[in-house]
């Protein structure tokens, strides 16, 4: 299987549709297709910050739900949004009070079909998602070798957050471990979260959140090529945070 999986959106849409170009998809009824019958998948994030988080709902479930023609798995901010939804307390803060004014300036209809849209791409799609046929593992944070195949409370907040200790640098970031340097397994593990000025390879991971929507660019991981392919983003580029 060919894939090309996608960094973290955050509402930058017209980026996304760039990158599709860049990689070869051509656009039928508004679903990108591959001639070659690439298939693309989402790291996650693909709300919050950014212009157009109702967009991107609106896209990836087409695309992944109706389709079928995609894969996606949740990344934190999606985590919140889906708990925002569903009528939990979350509060409207780091990017999700874009994307709930976005979503209070629909009418009642719209509302509740983009609502049930997401709903639905949340409780259809895998944690993190382990394709054989492409030697991958797609995890929004990472994920580590031996939680491959499982699926509890630790190791949801580890793919959605990292690995993080609970403690906070001076400036409020969570401390993480840098679970990749010690990962030694065959799979590809592609994972994004973290904002890096470039795509970050170390053993056979790649983190491809190269911060489209701080100003940095949009990125995919081509397998079996192992390659990427990027395109700028359109918005302020905010150097302060990037890591690496
Ligand atoms: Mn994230």
Redesign the pocket.
Same mark, same amino acid.
């Given at each position: 299987m060919k894939i090309d999986i996608i960094g +973290?959106v955050h509402g930058c849409v017209d980026e996304l549709y760039q990158l599709f170009e860049q990689l070869g998809y051509e656009w039928r009824d508004g679903t990108p297709v591959h001639p070659g019958g690439r298939l693309p998948a989402f790291v *996650? +994030?693909i709300t919050d910050r950014g212009p157009k988080s109702v967009e991107a709902i609106q896209f990836v479930h087409r695309l992944v739900i109706q389709e079928k023609a995609g894969f996606y798995v949740p *990344?934190? =901010?999606c985590d919140k949004l889906y708990r925002f939804f569903k009528g939990n307390p979350v509060q409207e803060t780091h990017g999700l009070e874009t994307t709930t004014a976005e979503y209070r300036s629909l009418s009642p209809t719209e509302q509740e079909t983009v609502k049930q849209q997401f709903i639905e791409l949340i409780e259809l799609s895998p944690l993190y998602h382990i394709i054989p046929e492409a030697n991958a593992v797609i995890a929004?944070?990472g994920i580590k070798e031996e939680d491959f195949g499982k699926r509890n409370k630790r190791v949801k907040t580890f793919v959605l957050y990292g690995d993080i200790t609970g403690e906070k640098l001076p400036d409020g970031r969570p401390v993480r471990r840098d679970w990749a340097q010690h990962y030694n397994g065959d799979k590809w593990i592609i994972y *994004? =979260?973290t904002p890096t000025k470039e795509p970050r390879f170390v053993n056979k991971t790649v983190n491809i959140d190269t911060g489209c929507v701080f100003g940095g660019s949009l990125t995919a991981f081509r397998l079996p090529e192992e390659c990427t392919v990027s395109v700028p983003s359109s918005m302020p580029y905010i150097e302060e945070k990037f890591r690496y």
């Open positions: +973290d *996650g +994030d *990344g934190n =901010h929004h944070a *994004g =979260h």
